[in-house]
């Protein structure tokens, strides 16, 4: 044998042993199993602990509404140059796509949306809002800190990367349509699959809740002016009652579920606004009634938006009034229902049975609130959890949305190694299965 292609046949070797090895300790029971555990152990150290705490009480101290999160996506930008981090800015106006691992596919993202709520926060905790009438009363102050915590590990475990993880920071979740801005920015282009969380008050510390298939229900919006003539209450005979008009609405309104909708297709018509007068002897000349629509379908969405039209305008004309009807149309026209990919939800239960216990993972009844990040499940496959953060030994949380909403910040570790080790495994699966090029037109982002 020449010494030519003995040294070809020693390159060869060397080429291929670390695909063996590597191939071979993802096949052992520890290969996989162990990442959760491991991230998990490095996210509970003070240092690191301390780190995400300080990260998230200074974004809830300036919340930032719906694309106004400017210096929520300066303290971003901050953490990830800190961290070695390379990103994209501005994405869909304050967003921030950061990349961790070798840059090239295969790729998977995570997700964390940045806005807050129109809420003045109650109580006098430290570090309560600074900012008047507005809160983060939805946790998305956590979602973002455990976004960076998990930047903060995958770097630390940078070697275990095989493929890029997408960091994706999101604008206005809060009904602004920011996950339809991003993707539709080219944020998902050649992403195989992203993850995303939301904390809930309702489950213990250290469980976790999901199912595969519908999640949270699509949702749309609508507003109605009923205009008809204004007059004496004394003498409503020479008047047009909006009120009247309005409130039979209202009424028919719920027969659209009650009488139409399939008792096994949920559906929610409510009417939350109604506004109309200011004198208790006065017929006005007009009244305004608003309010959300909801369902697990998109064609019984689409259906639901045509019947509140035909009954809106229908049920005033029987009382000789006019009616006009905003559906709130931009950014989006309607929320699509979260739809949570099976072989995804098969992935979560491994990750997180390997992480906190068969047992601290649970089933999730759907919900008929709606979440943005069916957007990005429109464009690949998705995957969204509830993370419990009830200590169960402490007074009960707040409820989202409220001014009394709180966060039990133990969550955030436990948020951070998850979505970590989610990523991780996904692309060291993914590393062992053959990758088709369908539909991707380049291999970096």
Not at 141 to 157: F, N, P, Q, W
Not at 223 to 233: E, L, M, P
Not at 277 to 287: L, M, Q, R, Y
Not at 352 to 366: E, F, Q, S, T, W
Request: charged share 20%; hydrophobic share 40%.
């Amino acid at each position: 044998m020449s010494f030519s292609k003995f040294v070809s046949l020693v390159l060869i070797f060397h080429l291929l042993t670390p695909a063996l090895v590597f191939s071979s300790s993802l096949s052992s029971s520890n290969g996989l199993s162990g990442i959760p555990k491991k991230f998990l152990d490095f996210a509970k150290r003070k240092e690191f602990v301390d780190w995400i705490v300080g990260v998230r009480r200074k974004i809830h101290e300036n919340p930032e509404l719906g694309y106004e999160e400017f210096e929520t996506s300066k303290l971003i930008r901050s953490e990830l140059d800190k961290l070695g981090i390379p990103y994209k800015y501005p994405v869909s106006v304050t967003g921030v796509v950061g990349f961790v691992g070798t840059g090239g596919p295969p790729f998977v993202a995570l997700r964390a949306d940045m806005d807050a709520l129109p809420i003045q926060e109650e109580g006098d905790w430290e570090h309560r809002s600074k900012i008047p009438g507005k809160m983060h009363a939805c946790g998305h102050d956590a979602h973002v800190s455990m976004t960076l915590g998990a930047a903060k590990i995958l770097k630390e475990h940078v070697q275990e990367i095989n493929g890029t993880v997408v960091l994706v920071f999101q604008p206005a979740e809060e009904g602004g349509g920011g996950a339809k801005k991003m993707v539709d920015e080219g944020v998902l282009d050649n992403v195989d699959a992203i993850f995303g969380l939301h904390v809930t008050h309702e489950d213990a510390i250290g469980t976790v809740a999901s199912k595969s298939g519908p999640i949270f229900a699509g949702s749309g919006f609508f507003t109605a002016v009923i205009s008809g003539r204004g007059g004496h209450a004394a003498l409503p005979q020479h008047s047009i009652d909006p009120i009247l008009a309005a409130s039979n609405i209202i009424v028919s309104l719920q027969h659209l579920v009650s009488r139409e909708a399939d008792p096994f297709d949920s559906q929610v018509v409510t009417v939350g606004k109604f506004q109309g007068g200011s004198a208790f002897n006065v017929i006005p000349d007009s009244a305004t009634i608003g309010g959300t629509f909801r369902a697990f379908l998109k064609t019984s969405l689409i259906q639901l938006k045509q019947r509140i039209e035909e009954v809106i305008k229908g049920q005033a004309a029987v009382l000789r009034c006019n009616a006009t009807i905003d559906f709130h149309d931009k950014p989006v026209p309607l929320f699509p229902p979260t739809v949570n990919d099976n072989d995804l939800h098969e992935h979560f239960l491994e990750v997180a049975g390997d992480m906190l216990g068969n047992d601290k993972v649970k089933d999730l009844k759907p919900l008929m609130g709606s979440e943005d990040f069916a957007f990005y499940q429109e464009a690949i496959p998705g995957y969204i959890y509830l993370i419990g953060m009830q200590d169960e030994s402490s007074p009960k949380l707040g409820a989202v949305h409220t001014p009394q909403f709180t966060i039990n910040e133990d969550v955030l570790p436990y948020g951070a190694a998850l979505q970590a080790s989610l990523a991780t495994t996904h692309l060291l699966k993914a590393e062992l299965k053959p990758r088709s090029t369908e539909g991707h037109t380049h291999d970096e982002l």
